[in-house]
């Protein structure tokens, strides 16, 4: 079929496709106002739109190699700009990052700005010339470039490597907001949702590889975005009076500074501030006192909990005891761990705080130029490996030119444009809404929507509001949001009807799954593309290579999935990591194999295992979560951000070795030659 009608066909079917999703909202809309429980609406989204992505898995299923690895390389610009921006707007994106902006302030924007700046980055020095290269996989192409001698496969080895840590860690973050959103679709625990929604996942891309995966990704985005733009234009009617979110929510900026400054000062704000301080100091005085003292706690629960059993205690409370002592800490060192982190979260909570609003605010001019610093080196590692990212660059491979690839980068920043200036809008009107709903507000009185997400996970509660002072009303220091929940419980907070709020968890359910998608199909391709058909069997059948992919491919999203059920961090952070590995490991290789005809395969080896050490090194070194110490930081840079040591450390190795070694033969220097020209 020519591509123009193949291109019109398109277009046609996803009008029709959206206009459907809109009949259908409709109609739930309807039925939840003549009485239908809501949990039945709730049901009814997931089940349509699991059904829906189930079935586009179905009907482009193949064994084709072409289809299955690049979609035929038909994609038009459009609708892999819609498919890239799908995969790219995954949990963090569409779930964790308007939380981020809640809570951190203008902080937030340095994921805004180094994730689109990295668009750029894409467009100019990576995607064209990977689409003219023509193949596969990123290490199809660095094994291609850096391939030396016949036989020679160490770079094509390690950057498959790379891919594979750099797209687990990514998915285990998309499959914990999987769980997360199906847990509060379903009412089901937390990992039973992760492995129910994985069974969706695994639908579209063990079936049909990247086609099904393409076209899946295409409804996604659209039901993405329509899931994020109506909330926050319901908000911004409600306090700006205009629909238009970015163009309104500066209106109440001034009020949301000014009503700050004012729980500032006010007694009772004080008052519960001064709690967390004197409760910060008794955890200081423990921790200084400790073997001792958590010994003695825990000889004190022990107790505590054999006089329930020996009592009159009921169930309910004696199980509440066993799971305190089951929970405490099973170590001193465990115990000077968990107190350090509560105590210092006491401190924090303890704190007036400054303007978020304010660009590296402080209290003084080092805390404020170590912020800054942090924030150019959170939007540099972003924006390096997003123009390093495996899953995202193979998009680019899918275009049936060079020019579409170019064409397709633009598509992308536009559609991902769509969400990226809504989301600091968004953050801004909840928080507006939070002020003047909630603090303030009599405890005896809380919305059902506080209760609700308190209790979908009880262990480590979304939403948390104690009395602090004990004076009935809530303070602002009393309330603690998870920032993962700010966008799911939007619908609520406003006041929404529960069609929206499942539409919200439907859209977040499609960004985590159109990541998971491609992340997953990354994986298992880079594992039989270029492990088993390029090392260990190339006369493998193009049905075994498929078949191989979709053996690893089910193998990677179990364990991934084990790992997402084990919460190891929240997904902001795991994100981070990712992009910091991906920019450490791969951009310096992937740059200059492109600009720089004399870079080698001994340089690429040294480079890409030297960004690779360093940036892993730095994090385990310095981040409280593997085991590291702050103290230990490089110029105070955070473990997020250990990209900026990992980048420079791979271009310095990558030119000295290359400069040192022997020049690259004249095949080499043909293909570089090759996929620079227009």
Not at 29 to 37: D, T, Y
Not at 42 to 68: C, Q
Not at 250 to 265: D, H, I, T, Y
Not at 318 to 341: F, T
Request: hydrophobic fraction near 50%; proline fraction near 5%; charged fraction near 15%.
């Amino acid at each position: 079929m020519p591509q123009k009608r193949f291109t019109q066909r398109l277009t046609l079917y996803y009008l029709w496709y959206t206009l459907l999703f809109f009949i259908f909202l409709i109609s739930l809309a309807i039925l939840e106002k003549e009485g239908v429980p809501r949990a039945w609406i709730g049901y009814l989204f997931m089940f349509a739109t699991i059904v829906l992505y189930a079935g586009i898995g179905v009907v482009s299923r193949t064994s084709d190699i072409s289809e299955y690895y690049v979609a035929g390389r038909r994609v038009p610009a459009v609708f892999n700009g819609m498919a890239t921006a799908a995969d790219w707007m995954s949990a963090a994106s569409f779930l964790s990052l308007a939380g981020g902006l809640y809570l951190q302030g203008f902080d937030g924007l340095a994921y805004i700005i180094g994730w689109t700046g990295g668009f750029c980055l894409v467009a100019m020095l990576i995607a064209p010339y990977l689409r003219k290269f023509g193949q596969y996989t990123i290490p199809d192409f660095l094994g291609a470039r850096f391939a030396g001698a016949p036989g020679n496969n160490m770079v094509r080895i390690i950057a498959v490597f790379a891919t594979v840590f750099i797209s687990f860690i990514y998915v285990v973050a998309q499959i914990y907001g999987v769980g997360l959103i199906t847990s509060r679709f379903t009412g089901v625990d937390f990992s039973v949702g992760i492995f129910l929604g994985l069974a969706s996942i695994l639908v579209c891309s063990f079936l049909g590889g990247m086609r099904a995966v393409t076209w899946t990704q295409v409804a996604q985005y659209i039901i993405i975005i329509i899931a994020f733009l109506i909330p926050v234009a319901w908000l911004s009617v409600k306090h700006t009076n205009n629909p238009v979110a970015p163009l309104s929510y500066g209106a109440v900026l001034p009020e949301l500074v000014s009503k700050e400054k004012s729980f500032q000062s006010d007694p009772r704000e004080q008052e519960v501030r001064a709690i967390y301080r004197q409760r910060a100091d008794e955890l200081q005085k423990k921790i200084q006192q400790l073997p001792l003292s958590w010994e003695e706690d825990r000889l004190e629960l022990q107790h505590k909990l054999e006089e329930l059993k020996s009592g009159n205690a009921s169930l309910l409370e004696i199980k509440a005891a066993g799971r305190v002592l089951a929970n405490y800490p099973k170590s001193p060192q465990e115990a000077q761990s968990r107190w350090s982190d509560i105590r210092n979260n006491y401190l924090n909570k303890a704190q007036p705080g400054f303007s978020k609003y304010t660009p590296y605010a402080a209290k003084d001019k080092n805390e404020s130029d170590n912020k800054r610093n942090n924030f150019m080196a959170l939007v540099l590692c972003l924006m390096m490996g997003t123009a390093a990212l495996p899953h995202v660059l193979v998009r680019y491979y899918t275009t049936p030119t060079v020019k579409e690839s170019r064409d397709s980068v633009f598509w992308s920043l536009f559609f991902i444009m769509l969400l990226y200036i809504t989301i600091p809008a968004l953050a801004i009107l909840v928080k507006y809404d939070i002020y003047n709903s909630l603090v303030g507000s009599e405890f005896a009185k809380l919305p059902s929507w506080v209760t609700y997400w308190a209790n979908i996970d009880r262990n480590n509660p979304l939403v948390n509001i104690t009395d602090i002072n004990r004076d009935g009303i809530v303070q602002l220091a009393e309330i603690v949001l998870d920032g993962d929940i700010v966008v799911l419980a939007t619908p609520e907070i406003a006041g929404l009807p529960y069609v929206v709020s499942a539409l919200v968890a439907a859209g977040g359910l499609a960004a985590a799954l159109s990541t998971a998608d491609g992340l997953l199909l990354t994986i298992s391709n880079s594992l039989s593309h270029d492990i088993y058909y390029k090392i260990i069997d190339p006369q493998a059948s193009t049905q075994k290579r498929v078949t191989i992919s979709k053996l690893l491919l089910l193998v990677v999203a179990l364990v991934a999935a084990y790992v997402a059920s084990l919460k190891p961090a929240d997904i902001l952070s795991l994100v981070g990591a990712a992009f910091s590995v991906a920019a450490s490991a791969l951009f310096p290789a992937l740059v200059l194999g492109i600009f720089w005809k004399r870079a080698n395969r001994q340089g690429a080896i040294c480079g890409m295992i030297t960004g690779f050490v360093i940036c892993v090194f730095y994090m385990l070194y310095t981040h409280p979560l593997f085991g590291g110490n702050p103290a230990n930081q490089w110029f105070n840079i955070a473990p997020i951000s250990a990209g900026v040591f990992g980048v420079p450390a791979g271009f310095i190795t990558m030119l000295v070795v290359s400069f040192f070694t022997p020049k690259p033969d004249q095949k080499t220097l043909e293909l570089v030659d090759f996929i620079r020209q227009p």
